[in-house]
Every structure is written in C-alpha cells, then in structure tokens.
C-alpha cells in the first residue's frame, strides 16, 4: 500500500458529464491506498483461505427474476464480446454477453482460464465480494472521494492522473481502447483485454492503474451529482459508458454504487472516461468483465 496523504482537493469537473458536476472541494485525511487493484493471485489466496462463493458463481435467485425461465437462472456474468464490425453505439447488448459459467476464474466464459493472468486484475466481482476480500485482508474499500482523492496523485483539477495531455510526449499512459470503439481493438500498448497489474506510471501517489485496465468498486452509494443547490435530475442515469448501464429500477439508494476509473474498453470515440473525476452508477450484483476493486485502510 502506498501513503496518500490528507488534503483538499477540487472534487469532480465541469468539461465531460453532467454527473460530474458541480465541481466541489473535498478533504480526506491520510490514507493507505492499495498499490494497484487486487490481483487474481490475491483474490485466489483469499478463496482459498475462505471458500467464499462470488456472486457470478451462484445462480440468480428466482425471486428476482419472477418472469424468467428457471433454466436460465444458472450463474454467469457479463464479458465483453466484440461485434466484427462497426455497430450503432446505442445499445450496449451489441457487444455485452450474459455468458453462463463466466466467473473470477473464467474471465472470458467457461472456456477460459487464469492461465497467465495471476498478475491481472481480478473481475467478476460483485460489491459484497470486494467487501468480504477487504474484511477478510484487513482492509475496506475506499469510499468515492478517497478514491478520487488518490487517483488525483496530487495534481489538483487536472483531467487526467498524470497531467493535461492524454499521451505526453506520445507515452501511453493507461490501458485504455485505441481503435474505434467496440470492434476496432488496436491495442497498441500490447493488451486488448484487461492487463497485469504496474505495466504503466504510476501516478504521483505511486499508484498504478487508476486509470484503465478495470473499473473499480467504492462503497459509496450512487448520487445523481456533486450536491448541486438544486437536484435537477435526481434519478437521471447517465450516459452509458463502455459498460453495461446500472439497472433503471431503483428502489432505494444502495441499488447503485458509485464506479470510478474508467477501463479497458473506454475509447476516446465512444466514453471519456478515463479521468479521475469519471463515475458511473452501477448495481452491487452485476458483476462483469472489467470491474474490479482496490483497498484501502487507515492510518492507527
Ligand atoms: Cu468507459
């Protein structure tokens, strides 16, 4: 873990999306963040340790789904398939599977393996995983502003972890798309899913992979905006990004947690993203194939 430490900062943006405004000052007091997101190798330790089930390895309770067929009700999760060619970028189903048998251990569907992958981050992994992981591992999940707080690596208002510029002096920075977004996958960085963990700058906190790779959970219920005077759009969903939308029922306030980060699949055609003020709502059971999570814990 790394040391961030407390301070104030200008929380949020005003140049992206609307559930990133209004622009607001935050303070956080000092914080050990996790160096990167939790691997597979630790998420492996802690399921061996514990037996703990995720969430995508347990069928979907019937009761949920009172309309559904019950021999659909087997457990899966989302993985992102890409079309073979260009798709209207409206409807997110055109290159998100719910695939049966996908879990941490088959990120790609029951085909696929961990082979090669200890290093990348875990995915797959619904909210209460992220929470049984961090009380199992001492630690608990940061909340949004301590999240973005730590992302920001000290650079107060800037767009993105490291600066002003997306590829300074052409450097890329983050595993995020190149290509047109969701069938052209140029990977110029040499990785077209998610990748291990430190293959980027860290920014000035020293923390890796703030930006890209995968989306990472905080334990901070979903709200519409930064607390503007006046709530103009209480429930109003964003924009979807990459990723699939949070569910549009809502029933209370913890149906949607807040997002952070940004991931692989983030094109510059498609989803702005990868910047430190970028949330998305998303549902503590849908678990998919670019989310996943970091620890943090406090000083004693
Ligand atoms: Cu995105």
């Known amino acids: 873990m790394a040391l961030v430490p407390s301070g104030s900062f200008r929380m949020g943006g005003q140049d992206f999306y609307a559930e990133e405004r209004p622009t607001v000052t935050a303070t956080v007091g000092d914080l050990w963040v996790g160096e990167h997101p939790v691997t597979n190798a630790q998420f492996r330790r802690f399921v061996a340790a514990t037996g703990h089930v995720t969430v995508a390895e347990q069928p979907p309770d019937a009761a949920d789904f009172p309309d559904a067929d019950r021999d659909l009700l087997v457990p899966g999760s989302l993985v992102f398939i890409p079309p073979s060619g260009p798709v209207p970028l409206d409807n ?89 977004f969701p069938f052209e996958n140029l990977a110029p960085h040499g990785y077209t899913r998610t990748s291990p963990v430190k293959k980027f700058p860290p920014n000035g906190y020293g923390l890796y992979d703030v930006t890209g790779n995968v989306w990472e959970w905080t334990n901070s219920p979903w709200t519409a905006d930064h607390g503007a005077a006046e709530p103009a759009h209480d429930m109003r969903l964003p924009s979807p990004c990459c990723g699939p939308p949070a569910p549009a029922q809502v029933v209370g306030e913890h149906d949607r947690y807040v997002m952070k980060g940004g991931s692989h699949l983030c094109a510059p055609s498609y989803c702005h993203r990868y910047r430190p003020a970028a949330r998305q709502p998303h549902g503590p059971r849908d678990t998919t194939s670019h989310l996943g999570f970091r620890c943090v814990s406090d000083p004693v």
């Open 92 to 180: 997110w189903s055109r290159w998100w599977a719910w695939v049966p048998g996908a879990d941490w251990r088959h990120p790609d569907g029951p085909g696929s393996t961990l082979h090669g992958r200890d290093l990348h981050p875990v995915v797959h992994i619904g909210l209460e995983d992220a929470r049984a992981y961090a009380a199992w591992a001492g630690c608990r999940l940061p909340t949004e502003v301590e999240w973005e707080h730590a992302a920001r690596g000290g650079l107060n208002g800037a767009t993105y972890a490291w600066g002003e510029e997306f590829m300074p002096r052409g450097r890329i920075m983050a595993n995020t798309w190149h290509g047109r």
